[in-house]
């Protein structure tokens, strides 16, 4: 027997529906003026969550029960991060550049430590934590400020994003290390040295165990993850592709924890063993969305821990710390890379570029061993430094290149003759200046999209002509066989600018769209636009309609099938009955 509700009876939403809602709504707003106020995503989500939270208007009572999102959203970062780990985007100087990632993110540790026991009264063991956190800078935030201002391509972008390399790998080994400083802060400091330390050796025979079964775990996954991909791929369904890879980072997550690892050193390995397959690409097109999604809620759930009470009575310390951080890693970056061959002028602008803090010195100050180890005051305090050194890095970005144009007659360190890292010095006047749009003459890359029978013969054509082509193909068998012939092909949907960019959009002369599908047509279209104003587009479509819209969505060129065909069948009648000068003779 079943019980029907009363028309029009109020039924309560859960809680955890209505929380999820306020969080997303008020990210969503707060983003919105933040883009404003030229503010960057994460400081936006934090204070967000400072202001929604239960220690300010009270809109959510229990962030806790966001925990399993904010671990699946680090789970998906690292995996996303993963991805993206490539020596190649540093192969030039990449000896000197690796030496300077690792000695400034090293200085900085060893600089902070002793600073964040005095600042924040800590014990030795919590205040490593917290320096190791603080040695991070956030990649996204001065990756995307470089980029805007066209730096990115200097030697100074290149020697940030190496930094940010190395650090990013850095992060890894600060997880690993993380159950034993844990250790260290639940037991005496004097047992460390003394008699007591057979537990100690047991914790790290423990480590070195999980080590080789996870050495062993990898070692697997490297060779059956690839086939199992390509037989996902198969289907040509993004659907199951992109649930396949959430299945093997999470897997991986639980495998490292289970281990005693962190889960987000299991999605980053998740991400590091696919990022040599071809589906790279695709994959970190399809899972962006989605770890973005989760990351407004991390952050903005972080943000609610903070107690701005605490904050406002700790304000002194808070600024403090601030001026500390940013000095110290400003000074520690500036003098490695003027060290190993920099020219002054590159390595103070790369230094103040690096000052801050990052989103993972979040990421690991809400560890469960950082969680452990930090008082609810220290915690607060720490991420307000975090936020406050994130707002400040436009301020920083400026003021480094002030000072680069203020010291470009400063001497090399003087174990050098020449600079070993130089680039030729620009006013830092014309720093954000962006020069007009021209198309790319010089550039002999032509990117196909599509190698069906079309594609195919586009490309032999252009090839016999001289072009560079490169490939973007959602075919796994036609990728790998292309791939052995030595051809550039890259797997993914044309359609999505990750892929795009992968194929090299940003410097080659053309775009050519033959995908018979129109709306991933169009699709690719607007966003190959977005990215290079100047490219010559050129598409496939199969009826007239969608060619007028091809031509609104900025492509240069239209080949419309039924145009083409008729024209085709046209010609063919023609001379097959009209008789011509020759048949008169």
Same mark, same amino acid.
């Given at each position: 027997?079943?019980?029907?509700?009363?028309?029009?009876?109020?039924?309560?939403?859960?809680?955890?529906?209505?929380?999820?809602?306020?969080?997303?709504?008020?990210?969503?707003?707060?983003?919105?003026? %933040?883009?404003?106020?030229?503010?960057?995503?994460?400081?936006?989500?934090?204070?967000?969550?400072?202001?929604?939270?239960?220690?300010?208007?009270?809109?959510? *009572?229990?962030?806790?029960?966001?925990?399993?999102?904010?671990?699946?959203?680090?789970?998906?970062?690292?995996?996303?991060? %993963?991805?993206?780990?490539?020596?190649?985007?540093?192969?030039?100087?990449?000896?000197?550049?690796?030496?300077?990632?690792?000695?400034?993110?090293?200085?900085?540790?060893?600089?902070?430590?002793?600073?964040?026991?005095?600042?924040?009264?800590?014990?030795?063991?919590?205040?490593?934590?917290?320096?190791?956190?603080?040695?991070?800078?956030?990649?996204?935030?001065?990756?995307?400020?470089?980029?805007?201002?066209?730096?990115?391509?200097?030697?100074?972008?290149?020697?940030?994003?190496?930094?940010?390399?190395?650090?990013?790998?850095?992060?890894?080994?600060?997880?690993?290390?993380?159950?034993?400083?844990?250790?260290?802060?639940?037991?005496?400091?004097?047992?460390?040295?003394?008699?007591?330390?057979?537990?100690?050796?047991?914790?790290?025979?423990?480590?070195?165990?999980?080590?080789?079964?996870?050495?062993?775990?990898?070692?697997?996954?490297?060779?059956?993850?690839?086939?199992?991909? *390509?037989?996902?791929?198969?289907?040509?369904?993004?659907?199951?592709?992109?649930?396949?890879?959430?299945?093997?980072?999470?897997?991986?997550?639980?495998?490292?924890?289970?281990?005693?690892?962190?889960?987000?050193?299991?999605?980053?390995?998740?991400?590091?063993?696919?990022?040599?397959?071809?589906?790279?690409?695709?994959?970190?097109?399809?899972?962006?969305?989605?770890?973005?999604?989760?990351?407004?809620?991390?952050?903005?759930?972080?943000?609610?821990?903070?107690?701005?009470?605490?904050?406002?009575?700790?304000?002194?310390?808070?600024?403090?710390?601030?001026?500390?951080?940013?000095?110290?890693?400003?000074?520690?970056?500036?003098?490695?890379?003027?060290?190993?061959?920099?020219?002054?002028?590159?390595?103070?602008?790369?230094?103040?570029?690096?000052?801050?803090?990052?989103?993972?010195?979040?990421?690991?100050?809400?560890?469960?061993?950082? *969680?452990?180890?930090?008082?609810?005051?220290?915690?607060?305090?720490?991420?307000?430094?975090?936020?406050?050194?994130?707002?400040?890095?436009?301020?920083?970005?400026?003021?480094?290149?002030?000072?680069?144009?203020?010291?470009?007659?400063?001497?090399?360190?003087?174990?050098?003759?020449?600079? *070993?890292?130089?680039?030729?010095?620009?006013?830092?006047?014309?720093?954000?200046?962006?020069?007009?749009?021209?198309?790319?003459?010089?550039?002999?890359?032509?990117?196909?999209?599509?190698?069906?029978?079309? %594609?195919?013969?586009?490309?032999?054509?252009?090839?016999?002509?001289?072009?560079?082509?490169?490939?973007?193909?959602?075919?796994?068998?036609?990728?790998?066989?292309?791939?052995?012939?030595?051809?550039?092909?890259?797997?993914?949907?044309?359609?999505?600018?990750?892929?795009?960019?992968?194929?090299?959009?940003?410097?080659?002369?053309?775009?050519?769209?033959?995908?018979?599908?129109?709306?991933?047509?169009?699709?690719?279209?607007?966003?190959?636009?977005?990215?290079?104003?100047?490219?010559?587009?050129?598409?496939?479509?199969?009826?007239?309609?969608?060619?007028?819209?091809?031509?609104?969505?900025?492509?240069?060129?239209?080949?419309?099938?039924?145009?083409?065909?008729?024209?085709?069948?046209?010609?063919?009648?023609?001379?097959?009955?009209?008789?011509?000068?020759?048949?008169?003779?």
């Amino acid at each position: 027997m079943t019980t029907a509700l009363p028309i029009g009876l109020a039924v309560t939403p859960p809680t955890l529906t209505l929380d999820l809602l306020a969080i997303l709504a008020a990210a969503a707003l707060l983003s919105i003026v %933040g883009q404003r106020l030229r503010l960057a995503l994460v400081p936006a989500y934090l204070l967000t969550g400072l202001l929604i939270g239960p220690n300010a208007l009270g809109l959510i *009572r229990s962030p806790a029960s966001f925990e399993t999102i904010g671990q699946l959203a680090i789970i998906l970062l690292l995996f996303g991060i %993963g991805l993206e780990m490539h020596l190649a985007l540093i192969r030039n100087n990449l000896a000197r550049m690796l030496t300077v990632g690792l000695i400034s993110s090293l200085l900085g540790v060893l600089l902070g430590w002793p600073l964040a026991v005095w600042c924040f009264d800590l014990p030795a063991p919590t205040a490593l934590v917290v320096a190791l956190a603080l040695a991070n800078s956030s990649t996204a935030m001065v990756l995307r400020m470089l980029a805007e201002s066209r730096q990115l391509s200097q030697l100074r972008g290149r020697l940030a994003f190496s930094i940010l390399f190395i650090q990013d790998l850095l992060f890894i080994g600060m997880l690993l290390v993380m159950p034993a400083l844990a250790y260290w802060g639940s037991r005496p400091a004097p047992s460390l040295f003394l008699a007591d330390d057979l537990s100690l050796r047991g914790v790290l025979l423990n480590v070195f165990l999980g080590l080789a079964i996870l050495a062993s775990l990898i070692a697997l996954a490297k060779i059956f993850l690839p086939k199992l991909f *390509r037989e996902s791929a198969r289907s040509r369904s993004g659907e199951s592709i992109l649930i396949l890879a959430l299945a093997v980072a999470i897997g991986a997550a639980v495998a490292a924890e289970s281990l005693g690892f962190s889960s987000a050193l299991g999605g980053f390995l998740a991400g590091f063993i696919l990022n040599s397959t071809p589906f790279r690409h695709q994959l970190r097109a399809q899972v962006a969305p989605l770890r973005d999604l989760f990351i407004a809620v991390f952050f903005t759930t972080l943000g609610m821990r903070v107690d701005p009470q605490v904050a406002l009575a700790s304000w002194g310390v808070i600024l403090l710390a601030c001026l500390l951080l940013t000095a110290v890693k400003t000074t520690a970056i500036a003098a490695t890379c003027w060290a190993l061959g920099s020219t002054a002028a590159t390595a103070v602008a790369v230094g103040c570029a690096l000052a801050q803090a990052g989103e993972f010195s979040l990421v690991l100050l809400d560890t469960p061993q950082a *969680r452990q180890m930090l008082s609810e005051k220290a915690f607060s305090v720490a991420i307000a430094v975090v936020v406050l050194s994130l707002l400040l890095t436009p301020a920083l970005i400026k003021l480094g290149r002030f000072l680069a144009g203020r010291v470009y007659t400063a001497p090399l360190a003087p174990w050098f003759k020449s600079a *070993r890292l130089a680039e030729p010095p620009a006013p830092a006047a014309d720093a954000d200046a962006r020069p007009p749009a021209t198309p790319n003459h010089s550039s002999k890359r032509v990117i196909v999209g599509g190698y069906g029978p079309v %594609g195919r013969a586009v490309a032999e054509k252009l090839q016999r002509a001289g072009m560079e082509i490169a490939i973007i193909e959602l075919n796994p068998s036609t990728v790998e066989r292309q791939a052995q012939l030595g051809q550039l092909i890259v797997y993914g949907d044309v359609s999505d600018p990750t892929v795009l960019e992968a194929a090299g959009i940003t410097s080659a002369a053309a775009l050519i769209v033959t995908v018979p599908d129109d709306d991933a047509a169009l699709r690719a279209v607007s966003e190959a636009r977005r990215l290079c104003p100047a490219l010559f587009i050129a598409v496939r479509t199969n009826i007239l309609s969608r060619g007028l819209l091809a031509t609104e969505a900025g492509a240069d060129h239209v080949t419309i099938e039924e145009l083409a065909t008729a024209e085709a069948m046209q010609q063919a009648i023609l001379d097959k009955l009209v008789p011509t000068a020759s048949d008169h003779r």
